[in-house]
């Protein structure tokens, strides 16, 4: 029998047990669930801007058709960050997921994103990663960057991505609607690893925090997620 045929089937093998919550002290009525235990979960790793890649593992999970529609039903589809860098797709994989996300809710199911450190990175403007045609995705906001007095100290061709990625930015607030860690029924999803010190700060208190940030609405993100140990780096639990 596939893996993908048994229920809360997970695809990701980095995605934590709910036995991650005990270890860091965290009581599950304390942490609400996105929701109640599905029948079928599937989480998809980092995609670094491999559209192919994308489609294939969400058509593996029966969540897409060839069109790139949602088929799932009440598939649950987890995406376990780290969209951002490497392949030049990523604002391409971002538009799949916004746009299949209220189609899985429409049939019962749902697509959610935990964000990684990638997203973290782009956000406060290290694209050391960004492949040329991740910048070349960005130029259509050329006209509302590319004079952008606080982007004159970088290569035109990059301004139009740092200003839709930098908090208050169109695609930064895209990536504001992921967690920074996710409960669903008995499975927890984060990119990196849940300490303690996580859990004391707060899960949702954290995510919330990082939302607002993404959005505008806040300085700076969160102490514990721009830490060296942060939920979206530490690899205490790999």
């Not at 304390?30 to 670094?48: C, K, M, Q, S, Y």
């Not at 930098?166 to 990119?191: K, N, S, W």
């Not at 969160?222 to 140990?229: D, F």
Request: proline letters at 8%; hydrophobic letters at 45%; a negative charge.
């Amino acid at each position: 029998m596939s893996p993908l045929s048994r229920p809360a089937a997970v695809l990701f093998a980095a995605v934590l047990a709910f036995a991650l919550a005990s270890a860091c002290d965290l009581a599950p009525s304390t942490w609400p669930a996105f929701r109640d235990e599905p029948e079928r979960i599937v989480a998809i790793g980092d995609l670094h801007g491999d559209l192919d890649k994308t489609r294939a593992a969400l058509r593996l999970a029966g969540a897409i058709d060839l069109d790139d529609e949602w088929i799932g039903g009440d598939l649950v589809v987890v995406q376990a960050g780290d969209i951002c860098d490497r392949g030049p797709y990523d604002r391409a994989i971002i538009d799949l997921f916004d746009r299949l996300a209220p189609q899985a809710e429409a049939a019962g199911g749902a697509v959610r994103r935990v964000l990684g450190n990638h997203e973290y990175l782009n956000a406060v403007g290290t694209m050391d990663y960004v492949a040329p045609g991740g910048f070349a995705a960005f130029y259509d906001f050329t006209g509302l960057y590319g004079e952008d007095p606080a982007l004159q100290a970088y290569p035109e061709p990059e301004r139009p991505r740092r200003g839709a990625m930098r908090p208050g930015g169109p695609y930064a607030a895209i990536l504001a609607e992921a967690d920074v860690a996710l409960r669903v029924g008995r499975t927890v999803f984060v990119h990196g690893s849940l300490l303690p010190e996580h859990a004391e700060y707060g899960i949702e208190r954290m995510s919330d925090e990082t939302s607002a940030w993404l959005r505008g609405a806040a300085g700076a993100p969160p102490g514990p997620v721009s830490a060296i140990e942060s939920p979206l780096t530490s690899r205490r639990y790999a």
